[in-house]
T-cell receptor
């Protein structure tokens, strides 16, 4: 299995809702990432988990809460989001090797906050 | 802070023509990645460049890396319509606590016309 999967593909939520995004990989990768991408902009890194521990948090607001239950799964819990949080949320994974840390991206979740 | 700059940001090409996209970055690194993104889709890995002088080719695309000049190029030969997409370069800083933190260029929107 050489892909990263994400669910759901699309999500519409109100500002008071709580929802979760899910990401899964079965490539034996030891690092997983969450990115946020607004239209016509590059992806912006949000979180990095390496060996199931949070290693980078790019000062993301606490209404975004990541979770890594095991080395294959990564969740992003959403609560009290704002309309400006509407974006494409991309998950990625990598081997996390010094020599080559190529990141493989999932298809993304298109999030709309009303 | 690592800065990655691509140019041009918009590229309109005729089919059959050649052109080069440039990616400059501001700090030491010998790990650079090129990605392609189609509208509404995720990022697809194109090239992994891991050393000074690295050159990779796939079809009509060729990427190179000059770590001394902190410059990578993506050369397009005899463009075809199927190459229309947004192309991103991304740099992984050399070690330290930022390892795994990809910084992306702004992206080059390539449109190939008949």
């Amino acid at each position: 299995d050489t892909e990263v999967t994400q669910t759901p593909k699309h999500l519409v939520m109100g500002m008071t809702n709580k929802k979760s995004l899910k990401c899964e990989q079965h490539m034996g990768h030891r690092a997983m990432y969450w990115y946020k991408q607004k239209a016509k902009k590059p992806p912006e890194l949000m979180f990095v988990y390496s060996y199931e521990k949070l290693s980078i948090n790019e000062s993301v607001p606490s209404r975004f809460s990541p979770e890594c239950p095991n080395s294959s799964l990564l969740n992003l819990h959403l609560h009290a989001l704002q309309p400006e949080d509407s974006a494409l949320y991309l998950c990625a994974s990598s081997r996390f090797r010094e020599v080559d840390n190529e990141q493989f991206f999932g298809p993304g979740t298109r999030l709309t906050v009303l | 802070e690592l800065k990655v700059e691509q140019n041009p940001l918009f590229l309109s090409m005729q089919e059959g023509k050649n052109y080069t996209i440039y990616c400059n970055y501001s700090t030491t690194s010998d790990r650079l990645y090129w990605y392609r993104q189609d509208p509404g889709k995720s990022l697809e890995s194109l090239f992994v460049l891991l050393s000074n002088g690295a050159v990779k080719q796939e079809g009509r695309l060729m990427a190179s890396l000059d770590t001394k000049a902190r410059l990578s190029t993506l050369h397009i030969t005899a463009a075809v319509h199927d190459l229309s997409a947004t192309y991103f370069c991304a740099v992984d800083p050399a070690g330290g606590t930022s390892y795994g933190k990809l910084t992306f260029g702004q992206g080059t929107i390539l449109t190939v016309h008949p």
